[in-house]
């Protein structure tokens, strides 16, 4: 069975940097699809970023673009989200997500991690 855990979430203050790390276990692969989500108090869970790894390309929502950067440790099975220059509206639970192939809604979720920023 899949298992997602993330870690690295905190406190930061706008313009900090913090960097959430997904380790996963179980059968997952170099080639798999794995993603950020966030979701903010009273707000839908929305996408962030995902790295296809059959294809090893990337991809952000605008809101993040330029400041997050989704990368992979296969050797560790690890997947990292690097936050720079954030913003008080980043203020969320951030989830890691994977699946086997692309798809926009990903059937394993680890159990969030909270980022909080200060303004």
């Known amino acids: 069975q899949v298992q997602l855990v993330e870690s690295g979430g905190g406190l930061v203050q706008a313009g900090g940097s913090l960097k959430l790390t997904c380790a996963a276990s179980?059968?997952?692969?170099?080639?798999?699809?794995m993603g950020w989500f966030r979701q903010a108090p009273g707000k839908e869970r929305e996408f962030v970023a995902r790295?296809?790894?059959?294809?090893?390309?990337?991809y952000y929502a605008d809101s993040v673009k330029g400041r997050f950067t989704i990368s992979t440790d296969n050797a560790k099975n690890t997947v990292y989200l690097q936050m720079n220059s954030l913003k008080p509206e980043d203020t969320a639970v951030y989830y890691c997500?994977?699946?086997?192939?692309?798809?926009?809604?990903?059937?394993?979720w680890g159990q969030g991690t909270q980022v909080t920023v200060s303004s």
């Open positions: 179980g059968p997952t692969g170099s080639k798999w699809l």
């Open positions: 997500a994977a699946d086997a192939h692309f798809t926009t809604t990903p059937r394993y």
């Open positions: 790295l296809l790894g059959n294809v090893g390309r990337t």
